[in-house]
C-alpha cells in the first residue's frame, strides 16, 4: 500500500516508528563498537602492546622445540616471547640457529651485562624446549632510558649538577686492557682530573636528570659503552646455555645401554657361572659335613668323659708317666734352691774380678801419668830419638849400597844382574866399509 495513500495519523506513527527503530540500530552499533574496543584494549594490555619491550637475541646449535610465540621466562615469570627463529648464514661455522625475543617492562630492568645469560631448558616429553633469561649479577644495564650526549672535557666541566651526569663508557688504560674508570661513574672533579691525567678529549656522558618512555641507549661490548637506540638498532646478544631435548637425552642414553649391552650380558654369564660353582661348593661342603659327623660324635663321647678335676691329664697319660712326671716335679725345688745358689757365686766372683780390673786400671793410669810428665819434662827426648831413628835408617840404606854386604839386602823376587841377557853389540866392520858410521 504506497505510503501516499495512508491517512496522516498513520504516516505520524510509521514516522515514529521508524525513528525508534534507527535508534535502536544505532545505539546497538555503538555498543558493539564500545565492547570491540574494550576486548582489543584488554588483548592488547593482556599481550602486552602497550608495554615497552627491550629486544635481545641469542646463537643456539639447533632449533629442536622453539616456536615463535613462545614464552620467555624469568625466574618464574613469563616476561615475553619469541619472535624469530632462523637459521645462520651457510658460511657461519661457529652457531646454526638465530633466535630473537623481546622482554617487557620492568623485566628487562634485571638483564646486565655480568651474569644474565640465555638458559635452553626441556619443557616436556615430546622434545619441546623452552627459554629462560637469568638475572644479572653485576656489569651495566643492556639498555637505558637516559639521554646520551658526547662532549669535550671543558664542557663537562661546565654541565649544570655534574652529580647528575654519569660515564656512558669504560674508560680504558691506554697502554694495557684494564678499565680505570667503569661506566655509570657519577662526573665528579676527581673524575674530571683523572680523565685529563688519561688525555682524553670527548667524553660520552647520561643525562639522569630525565627519563624517557622509550630506550636510548644499547650497550656495546666489544666497544664497552653504550651506543644511540633506534628501531634498526641490532638488539642485545645474551649468550645461551644450551641444554639438549629430552628425545635427544633418551636416544643418547639408548645409545650408551647399547653399547653397553654386550658386556652386561657377559656380566650376566659370569655371574651364572659363579652361581653354579657356589652350588657345586655348596653340595661338596654338604658331603664333608656328612662325613665329619661321624668324628663329631666321637668327639663328643670323649668330652663327655673329660669331668672332673685331673680328667685331662688322666686320659692324656698313663699311670708310669704320671709316675714319672709327680717325682720329677717333687725334685724341682731341690734342683731350684741349687740353681740359687751357684748364681750367688758367680755373682759373688763376679764383684771381686770386677773390683780387682779396677784396681789394674788404677794402675795403668798412673804409669802413663809418669810417663807424661816424664815426656813433658824432658823436651829434647822425642827429638833425640827421632834423629837416632833417622841415623839409623840412613846407616842400613849404606850397608844395603856397599858391594860387600848388597847380596845379603837383596829380596827374592829380585832378578840377579848376572844372569840378565847382555845388550846386542853392533857387529864389526872394516875401517873403509861405507857402513861404518
Known amino acids: 500500500m504506497p505510503l501516499q495513500d495512508l491517512t496522516p495519523e498513520l504516516r505520524t506513527r510509521l514516522n515514529r516508528l521508524e525513528r525508534l527503530a534507527g535508534w535502536f540500530v544505532l545505539i546497538a552499533l555503538a555498543l558493539l563498537l564500545i565492547g570491540f574496543a574494550y576486548y582489543v584494549y584488554h588483548t592488547a594490555q593482556r599481550k602486552g602492546w602497550f608495554v615497552v619491550k627491550a629486544r635481545y637475541f641469542t646463537l643456539l646449535d639447533r632449533a629442536t622445540g622453539l616456536r615463535v610465540g613462545d614464552p620467555v621466562k624469568l625466574m618464574g615469570f613469563e616476561v615475553g616471547r619469541i619472535t624469530r627463529v632462523e637459521a645462520q648464514p651457510p658460511d657461519d661455522f661457529y652457531y646454526n640457529v638465530y633466535v630473537e625475543f623481546?622482554?617487557?617492562?620492568?623485566?628487562?630492568?634485571?638483564?646486565?651485562?655480568?651474569?644474565?645469560?640465555?638458559?635452553?631448558?626441556?619443557?616436556?616429553?615430546?622434545?619441546?624446549?623452552?627459554?629462560?633469561?637469568?638475572?644479572?649479577?653485576?656489569?651495566?644495564?643492556?639498555?637505558?632510558?637516559?639521554?646520551?650526549?658526547?662532549?669535550?672535557?671543558?664542557?663537562?666541566?661546565?654541565?649544570?649538577?655534574?652529580?647528575?651526569?654519569?660515564?656512558?663508557?669504560?674508560?680504558?688504560?691506554?697502554?694495557?686492557?684494564?678499565?680505570?674508570?667503569?661506566?655509570?661513574?657519577?662526573?665528579?672533579?676527581?673524575?674530571?682530573?683523572?680523565?685529563?691525567?688519561?688525555?682524553?678529549?670527548?667524553?660520552?656522558?647520561?643525562?639522569?636528570?630525565?627519563?624517557?618512555?622509550?630506550?636510548?641507549?644499547?650497550?656495546?661490548?666489544?666497544?664497552?659503552?653504550?651506543?644511540?637506540?633506534?628501531?634498526?638498532?641490532?638488539?642485545?646478544?645474551?649468550?645461551?646455555?644450551?641444554?639438549?631435548?629430552?628425545?635427544?637425552?633418551?636416544?643418547?642414553?639408548?645409545?650408551?645401554?647399547?653399547?653397553?649391552?654386550?658386556?652386561?650380558?657377559?656380566?650376566?654369564?659370569?655371574?651364572?657361572?659363579?652361581?653354579?660353582?657356589?652350588?657345586?661348593?655348596?653340595?661338596?661342603?654338604?658331603?664333608?659335613?656328612?662325613?665329619?659327623q661321624q668324628p663329631l660324635s666321637n668327639l663328643t663321647q670323649v668330652t663327655a668323659q673329660l669331668q672332673g678335676q685331673g680328667a685331662l691329664g688322666a686320659w692324656l697319660l698313663d699311670p708310669t708317666s704320671r709316675t714319672n712326671l709327680n717325682a720329677l716335679l717333687a725334685g724341682a725345688p731341690a734342683a731350684l734352691d741349687q740353681t740359687t745358689r751357684l748364681l750367688d757365686r758367680a755373682d759373688q766372683s763376679l764383684q771381686q774380678i770386677t773390683a780387682e780390673l779396677v784396681e789394674t786400671l788404677n794402675h795403668l793410669a798412673g804409669i802413663t801419668g809418669n810417663l807424661r810428665q816424664q815426656v813433658e819434662a824432658n823436651t829434647n827426648l822425642v827429638s833425640s830419638i827421632t834423629r837416632t831413628i833417622v841415623d839409623l835408617d840412613d846407616f842400613v840404606q849404606g850397608l844395603k849400597r856397599h858391594w860387600l854386604l848388597r847380596s845379603a839386602f837383596r829380596t827374592r823376587g829380585e832378578p840377579n844382574p848376572a844372569h840378565t841377557t847382555p845388550a846386542p853389540r853392533a857387529p864389526l866392520r872394516a875401517p873403509n866399509d861405507p857402513r861404518q858410521p
Open 102 to 292: 623481546e622482554v617487557r617492562a620492568p623485566y628487562y630492568g634485571y638483564l646486565w651485562t655480568t651474569g644474565s645469560r640465555v638458559r635452553v631448558t626441556p619443557a616436556d616429553l615430546w622434545g619441546k624446549r623452552e627459554i629462560e633469561v637469568t638475572k644479572g649479577s653485576g656489569g651495566t644495564p643492556t639498555y637505558i632510558f637516559h639521554p646520551l650526549r658526547d662532549v669535550t672535557l671543558a664542557e663537562a666541566a661546565q654541565l649544570p649538577e655534574p652529580d647528575r651526569w654519569q660515564l656512558a663508557e669504560d674508560i680504558y688504560d691506554p697502554h694495557q686492557p684494564q678499565i680505570l674508570i667503569p661506566a655509570l661513574t657519577p662526573l665528579t672533579p676527581d673524575t674530571l682530573t683523572r680523565l685529563r691525567d688519561l688525555g682524553r678529549e670527548r667524553i660520552r656522558l647520561l643525562d639522569t636528570r630525565e627519563t624517557r618512555r622509550w630506550m636510548t641507549g644499547i650497550w656495546n661490548d666489544r666497544e664497552g659503552r653504550y651506543d644511540p637506540y633506534t628501531p634498526r638498532s641490532t638488539p642485545y646478544w645474551l649468550r645461551a646455555d644450551e641444554t639438549p631435548a629430552l628425545t635427544e637425552r633418551l636416544d643418547q642414553l639408548v645409545k650408551e645401554v647399547e653399547q653397553a649391552l654386550p658386556g652386561i650380558l657377559t656380566l650376566t654369564n659370569d655371574v651364572r657361572q659363579t652361581l653354579q660353582h657356589l652350588a657345586g661348593l655348596t653340595r661338596e661342603l654338604e658331603s664333608r659335613a656328612a662325613e665329619l
